[in-house]
């Protein structure tokens, strides 16, 4: 376990919110959860970029159910920190859904706008079914109730980096999340 002060944590990250075991053992517990309610059928894991794409490796590889992997990029319009729920999208599937089992994998929900429009366009296509696994999820930041059925972590409304969520697009690479200082994001 690496602790703040550590060389291995940028000096902008206040603390560890999720050190790298903890989010392996949670990945884990996902993907047992989710073997079990999908015994017997394939999956198709959409995983939405960039954010997804470290949980959506490891889930896949903890993952004992056969599954594809499809990648949507969507960009909310709106402020840099907060998603105005308008999403346009960057890069879409690349197959057609009908007929599959459906599972959408996040990194974050905040306020769960994007995650709205992205379940009424998967919906729209199709699929046998659609759910969602996310890592993590912001209560407090909720503007829309959105379905979630596998949640890795509740986390207080604050701005959190690494295990692929981003500031200004760094800090992506980090195999934990932490908390970033204040001062680097509001300057
Ligand atoms: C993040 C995250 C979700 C969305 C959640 O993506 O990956 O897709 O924001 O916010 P919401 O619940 O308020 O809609 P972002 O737009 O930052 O793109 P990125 O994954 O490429 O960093």
Do not use: C
Not at 9 to 35: F, K, N, T
Not at 111 to 134: D, F, I, Q
């Amino acid at each position: 376990m690496i602790d703040v002060g550590s060389p291995d944590v940028p000096p902008e990250i206040e603390s560890v919110v999720m050190s790298e075991q903890a989010i392996s053992e949670r990945v884990r517990e996902l993907a047992a959860q989710v073997d079990a309610d999908y015994a017997g059928r394939e999956i198709l894991l959409v995983g939405v970029l960039k954010g997804a794409v470290m949980f959506m490796a490891d889930l896949a590889r903890a993952l004992r159910t056969p599954v594809s992997m499809e990648f949507m990029a969507v960009s909310s319009y709106g402020s840099s920190t907060s998603s105005s729920g308008v999403v346009r999208i960057l890069k879409d599937l690349d197959r057609e859904i009908a007929d599959k089992h459906v599972l959408v994998v996040e990194d974050i929900i905040d306020s769960g706008l994007t995650l709205s429009w992205l379940l009424r366009n998967m919906r729209s296509r199709g699929p046998a079914s659609v759910e969602v696994v996310a890592l993590m999820r912001k209560p407090d930041a909720a503007k829309i109730e959105v379905p979630v059925k596998y949640v890795g972590f509740d986390i207080a409304n604050e701005f959190v980096v690494g295990y692929g969520l981003d500031y200004a697009e760094r800090y992506r690479d980090l195999p934990f999340v932490g908390l970033l200082r204040p001062e680097v994001y509001t300057v």
